[in-house]
């Protein structure tokens, strides 16, 4: 670990209490530059670092994969959101996911997976996992019992996402993470689609969080990034040293372009769930939907679990359309304020056919997902704009 800049997670305000969520995204591990004042949190771009004699190290730096400034104030800052004792940055959400399992795991092993996982991280589980001997069983998430019964003298690991991808499923944490570590099992949540805006996984049990940054965290469309924040030091020690020897780091302008994004993680989030509310009351209503997946919706099979472990119900909408599965790719097609496009979280709003996009890779399997879904990410783009997009399009 490297020298803090002085914002712990924990620091309070003047009057005893702890800092608010935004406070702590705009200033933890980002105090300004003690040399220039810089309120911001310079690019490093730097591959090594001057030593004061062998051995003597200035804050801990010795070489970029192993530490960097820029990616320091993020891991700090990532840590603080969650509530966590260390953050680690990383090249992608994938490679976050590939370390987790490498460095808590061994061959022989096995993880329980949502029967609606995100398709890059069953192709993860399914064809690189598998191969380094680790094994796993598709669950329904939302059901304890079904979990449970998935769990093997040798389950090692639950893994959950919550909001699913894309059924938008909600798995109740603290019941999992009870269940879980009753069987010796740690617990890992994806929290993508929540942000920590919205949800604290590591609050209600969890002992790591990982998070595609390129998503809400970043929030602009403009870098790719994963991150990792664990509950326990051991665990941290464990991830740390996977981070450093498989090297799948974040650099510096990609870990800066992300601090920039979680400044105003908040406020989108907020924006993001205002529109995403009237986006599904609108698809709700429309004689053209068969079903609306949205967990702000009371008809949403997990909106109460979701009502008790979110801040509010995030950005994301799926829903079926009437007409199956051509239907629905048309409607992919037509929208002009929605872009049809992979990924999500970005301030833009984006719109995609699950089945043949983002979870081709699960096609024909168990998780398959139906081919008559249409996955929203809704953005900060005026409401009335975005309704009025999804009404033509669908005719």
């Known amino acids: 670990m490297h020298e803090g800049t002085g914002f712990t997670p924990v620091q309070a305000a003047g009057d005893g209490r702890a800092h608010g969520f935004s406070t702590r995204a705009i200033h933890a591990g980002q105090e300004p530059d003690p040399l220039t004042g810089a309120v911001v949190p310079p690019i490093y771009a730097t591959s090594t670092y001057k030593q004061d004699g062998v051995g003597g190290l200035r804050g801990g730096y010795e070489y970029s994969r192993s530490g ?155 870098v790719v990034g994963g991150a990792v924040v664990v509950r326990d030091k051991e665990i941290a020690e464990k991830i740390a040293f996977h981070h450093n020897a498989m090297g799948a780091v974040a650099g510096p302008f990609d870990a800066f372009l992300t601090l920039r994004g979680i400044k105003t993680l908040g406020v989108r989030m907020d924006r993001h769930c205002d529109n995403a509310e009237a986006v599904a009351e609108f698809l709700a209503a429309h004689g053209k939907v068969a079903e609306v997946r949205y967990p702000g919706l009371s008809t949403h099979p997990g909106h109460d679990v979701a009502g008790k472990q979110m801040k509010r119900y995030g950005g994301m909408v799926a829903f079926r359309h009437k007409d199956g599965e051509q239907a629905a790719v048309d409607v992919c097609a037509r929208t002009e304020v929605f872009t049809l496009g992979e990924s999500l979280g970005g301030v833009e709003s984006l719109i995609e056919h699950p089945g043949r996009m983002t979870h081709a890779s699960a096609a024909g399997s168990a998780l398959e997902v139906p081919g008559d879904l249409v996955r929203l990410s809704v953005g900060i783009e005026d409401v009335d704009d975005l309704l009025a997009d999804l009404r033509r399009a669908l005719g």
């Open 68 to 222: 960097n400034p820029t990616r320091t104030a993020l891991e700090e800052c990532l840590a603080s959101l969650e509530g966590g004792v260390q953050g680690f940055a990383f090249a992608s959400g994938l490679a976050a996911e590939d370390a987790i399992l490498r460095a808590l795991l061994e061959p022989g092993g096995h993880v329980v997976i949502p029967d609606d996982a995100y398709g890059g991280t069953f192709r993860l589980f399914d064809k690189v996992a598998t191969r380094w001997g680790l094994g796993y069983s598709a669950a329904p998430i939302t059901d304890l019992a079904a979990v449970e019964a998935a769990m093997r003298e040798d389950t090692r690991m639950v893994w959950i996402e919550t909001p699913t991808n894309p059924l938008l499923n909600i798995a109740d944490i603290e019941q999992l993470a009870d269940l879980a570590h009753r069987r010796g099992a740690l617990v890992v949540v994806d929290n993508t689609f929540a942000s920590p805006y919205l949800q604290q996984p590591l609050a209600l049990g969890a002992d790591v969080v990982v998070h595609s940054t390129t998503k809400y965290v970043g929030g602009h469309s403009d």
